[in-house]
């Protein structure tokens, strides 16, 4: 079966400092990989995804970017944050456009 | 991206009771349709889905209505139960990804 993994599960880092989370896929090839943000509130916000290798779509111009190093790597970086930075980060994966699986997030802080 | 309407926002009802979440869209090309649950401090999980060939898919206690020529679809929780108590989240695919409603915050009081 497949599992999505993320880490860490809580950060907190203050303003200005680098960021790396990442998140991995087991037992599946190839998958598509998101990543979210959702702020104080409910709404999901979609920042980046990938449908292979070395592509990456960004949806929202911001101070993130991410990189997909192995087929089920995916990492969200900053190289300084922001407050508004902070929030709940979410990385999904799905194989087209049908279900679509989250991680169990990853808790930003920043101070 | 396509746009999805999801009302309540909050929803609260007594145990046992059953509650309805509602959600419109636009774009009639539309063919999936799934539905999350939240729960506090986690990911979202993808509780049921239908797909636009039916027009009811029902899993235990939880169903999905779809109707395709108003262009909405519905989640269903009968006999609720205090765990059932979290944020629920329809969405669509919308280019590359799910859009996702804005939420709904159910709570079950005993």
């Known amino acids: 079966s497949q599992t999505i993994h993320q880490w860490p599960a809580t950060l907190v880092q203050p303003v200005g400092s680098p960021l790396s989370l990442e998140c991995t896929v087991e037992?599946?090839?190839?998958?598509?990989l998101y990543w979210y943000r959702q702020a104080a509130g409910r709404g999901l916000q979609l920042l980046f995804y990938?449908?292979?290798?070395?592509?990456i779509s960004s949806e929202v111009p911001q101070n993130l970017s991410a990189s997909r190093p192995q087929d089920r790597q995916f990492i969200l970086s900053s190289k300084k944050l922001l407050l508004s930075d902070s929030g709940f980060y979410l990385c999904?994966?799905?194989?087209?456009?049908?279900?679509?699986?989250f991680g169990p997030g990853t808790r930003l802080t920043v101070t | 991206g396509e746009n999805v309407e999801q009302h309540p926002s909050t929803l609260s009802v007594q145990e046992g009771d059953s509650a309805v979440i509602k959600c419109t869209y636009s774009?009639?090309?539309?063919?999936?349709f799934p539905w999350y649950k939240q729960e506090l401090g986690k990911g979202p999980q993808l509780i049921i889905d239908?797909?636009?060939?039916?027009g009811e898919k029902k899993d235990q206690r939880i169903a999905v209505t779809l109707n395709k020529t108003a262009k909405h679809f519905s989640l269903h929780i009968t006999e609720t139960q205090p765990e059932d108590s979290a944020v629920y989240f329809c969405?669509?695919?919308?280019?590359?990804?799910?859009?996702f409603g804005k939420g709904t915050s159910l709570l079950v009081t005993p």
């Open positions: 999904a994966w799905g194989t087209g456009k049908t279900e679509q699986y």
């Open positions: 037992g599946t090839s190839n998958p598509n």
């Open positions: 990938s449908v292979g290798i070395g592509q």
């Open positions: 774009d009639s090309a539309s063919n999936y």
């Open positions: 239908i797909r636009s060939n039916v």
């Open positions: 969405a669509l695919w919308s280019g590359y990804a799910l859009n």
